[in-house]
């Protein structure tokens, strides 16, 4: 009998991971007068960036549910 194969994303723990398009990126440096490298760092081997294909350099942004704020946002540069 083959084994189905899951996706990480689907577990009710994970939160939404998406890559974020460059003029999308710049506006956010731009807003918190910030480079790229001082993002808080994601390593390409974490397996929700495998899963979403994210490569070296690009930033992820994490749509996190709180119960006193509805959502939470938190961007993460892709690293080695």
Do not use: C, F, N, W
Not at 27 to 44: G, H, S, V
Request: glycine fraction near 2%; proline fraction near 2%.
């Amino acid at each position: 009998m083959k084994k189905e194969r899951v996706s990480i994303l689907e577990h009710e723990l994970v939160p939404k991971h998406e890559i974020v398009g460059e003029e999308k990126v710049a506006e956010l440096l731009d807003a918190y007068k910030i480079k790229k490298e001082q993002l808080t760092k994601i390593k390409l081997s974490d397996p929700v960036i495998k899963e979403i294909k994210a490569e070296v350099d690009d930033v992820v942004r994490i749509t996190r549910r709180s119960r006193i704020a509805g959502k939470s946002l938190s961007y993460r540069l892709v690293i080695e």
